[in-house]
């Protein structure tokens, strides 16, 4: 299975009865692994999962902590971006150069590096003391 027919197969499973916005995400692991995970809304907005974070934490609780590739699909008109909070998260696990494939259910694909996608990032060299 490839990293776009796993993020769509999975995008069919998320649980989203508030926005009706279904959102897949696959992340192959360094080991060469594909991992997958859908967004999953709570009536406590705040509270939901995204479809990249639920990927990565099924990257990690495989056994892997690197990933190398992204796809994310969701059912708009245009291809969907990971928001902020998970483009800090894919960062965590990915190298600036790994690309990150947005794209529509309809076939719209764009793609962009980690480092495109969030510049300036945030990074454990931040935490060093000066």
Request: proline share 5%; glycine share 12%.
């Amino acid at each position: 299975m490839s990293l776009k027919e796993a993020a769509l197969a999975v995008r069919e499973r998320a649980y989203a009865p508030y926005s009706n916005f279904k959102v897949g995400a696959a992340v192959r692991g360094v080991s060469g692994d594909i991992h997958a995970g859908c967004n999953v809304e709570n009536v406590a907005y705040p509270e939901g999962t995204c479809a990249e974070a639920g990927a990565i934490a099924a990257m990690v609780a495989a056994g892997d902590t690197e990933l190398t590739e992204v796809y994310v699909v969701a059912g708009s008109p245009m291809p969907v971006t990971p928001c902020g909070g998970c483009r800090q998260k894919l960062a965590e696990f990915g190298k600036p150069e790994v690309t990150v494939t947005m794209a529509t259910t309809g076939g719209i694909e764009r793609s962009m590096t980690l480092a495109e996608l969030l510049p300036g990032v945030f990074n454990a060299a931040h935490m060093d003391e000066g």
